[in-house]
């Protein structure tokens, strides 16, 4: 059987992630750079990721809304070209101000891609939809693994504009190789204003489904420990272990590479073994993870720690096919970048509440919380399984 063309939308999708991923990622190592030619603080500095984040969370609703007006291809092509225009103008950003602005701005068009692009996949492996979503997810690691090592290089050698640069200079040719490859999209309610589609009463209706809204529950508190680990990981092992940054970055890397590989396999279980029972899996799986980490010593620790911690991260694989199980053909595209929305606003405060916990009470206690959520999810699904609850 020939290579079909929904493999080649599945590679275009997944590059089109990687580009808006490389993008933000490439910041956050430059920091100390960036800092010091505006002559601001880590405060200041923070916000403006922090911005970034928040605006990339609050575009997944909309970004559904624009698929079903326009079409998909439209909004991914928009997606992808914004971010390689909004890389530029933020590495030439002459004041603190513009560049504030512009990290927003690019984490609002980063924002209009995957949401869009899932249902997409969604409708297009409707027989394979997990396995679809997580090789699409493997955008999100492989930038993880590659993104801050460049930005950092590069930006030592070129300065920190030439690190943030980056981003268009990934986004640009995926763009190109996107609007070429990729076909038009028909537009699933062309004709409907738009201003129906965010009316707050269907809106609280579909978040108020009992799947829709337990499924949300699993996927922030997922996404609140994701981001808790992907903040500080790092910084946990040089303080907490004794490990040297370099040492860190290995095993940071390492984190981002077992997610590559494991995420479509997680996927594929998903499909063809249940999505709750993976679900569980991953989450046991991330909490023996962090066990080790803050209670083994030894390197083969660390390594088994990585191996168990980056696999169960993977749970994006599984929960978000749960979410395109309960919504209708229709719901899809808005419906899901509304659950996006809401559930990686939740999931944005990981980074500020493993950080106060750290600092008031240790990295050992940081970790606990994370373990007793994860544990708490764990129980849920459990509980929704044995006594046939349907959610």
């Given at each position: 059987m020939g290579w079909e063309y929904r493999y080649t939308l599945l590679t275009l999708c997944t590059l089109a992630f990687f580009a808006t991923m490389v993008a933000r990622l490439a910041i956050s190592p430059l920091?100390?750079?960036?800092?010091?030619?505006?002559?601001?603080?880590?405060?200041?500095?923070g916000a403006a990721l922090t911005g970034m984040w928040l605006a990339y969370a609050l575009t997944q609703f909309p970004s559904g809304i624009l698929g079903d007006r326009f079409?998909?291809?439209?909004?991914?092509l928009t997606a992808v070209g914004g971010t390689a225009v909004m890389s530029f103008v933020l590495a030439a950003a002459p004041v603190l101000a513009v560049f504030v602005v512009s990290a927003v701005i690019l984490g609002a068009v980063a924002g209009l891609h995957y949401s869009v692009a899932t249902s997409l996949l969604t409708r297009t492996f409707d027989d394979r939809v997990g396995m679809a979503v997580g090789v699409h997810t493997i955008g999100s690691p492989a930038a993880g693994l590659i993104a801050p090592i460049a930005a950092v290089w590069v930006g030592s050698v070129y300065g920190w504009r030439a690190g943030v640069a980056l981003g268009t200079v990934v986004a640009a040719p995926v763009f190109v190789l996107f609007a070429l490859r990729a076909r038009g999209t028909e537009p699933r309610r062309p004709d409907q204003p738009m201003s129906e589609r965010i009316e707050l009463e269907p809106l609280v209706a579909l978040l108020?489904?009992?799947?829709?809204?337990?499924?949300?529950?699993?996927?922030?508190?997922?996404a609140f420990v994701w981001q808790g680990i992907a903040s500080f990981l790092p910084t946990f092992l040089v303080e907490y272990r004794g490990q040297s940054a370099t040492a860190a970055g290995v095993v940071f890397s390492s984190y981002f590479v077992v997610q590559a590989v494991t995420k479509p396999v997680i996927g594929s279980l998903s499909d063809a073994h249940g999505?709750?029972?993976v679900i569980v899996g991953c989450m046991v799986a991330t909490a023996i993870g962090l066990v080790l980490f803050v209670a083994?010593?030894?390197?083969?620790?660390?390594?088994?720690?990585?191996v168990l911690v980056g696999t169960g991260m993977g749970w994006a694989s599984a929960v978000e096919p749960r979410f395109m199980d309960e919504l209708t053909d229709r719901e899809r595209s808005a419906g899901f970048g509304l659950v996006r929305t809401v559930y990686l606003i939740v999931g944005s405060l990981g980074s500020v509440a493993v950080?106060?916990?750290?600092?008031?009470f240790g990295w050992a206690t940081a970790f606990a919380v994370l373990t007793l959520l994860l544990l708490a999810v764990f129980v849920a699904v459990a509980a929704n399984h044995v006594f046939s609850l349907e959610y």
């Open positions: 920091v100390p750079a960036i800092t010091a030619d505006f002559e601001i603080t880590n405060a200041t500095i079409g998909e291809r439209v909004v991914i108020s489904k009992p799947p829709i809204a337990f499924t949300v529950c699993i996927a922030a508190i997922s999505r709750d029972g083994a010593p030894g390197v083969l620790a660390v390594v088994a720690a990585v950080g106060f916990f750290a600092d008031a």
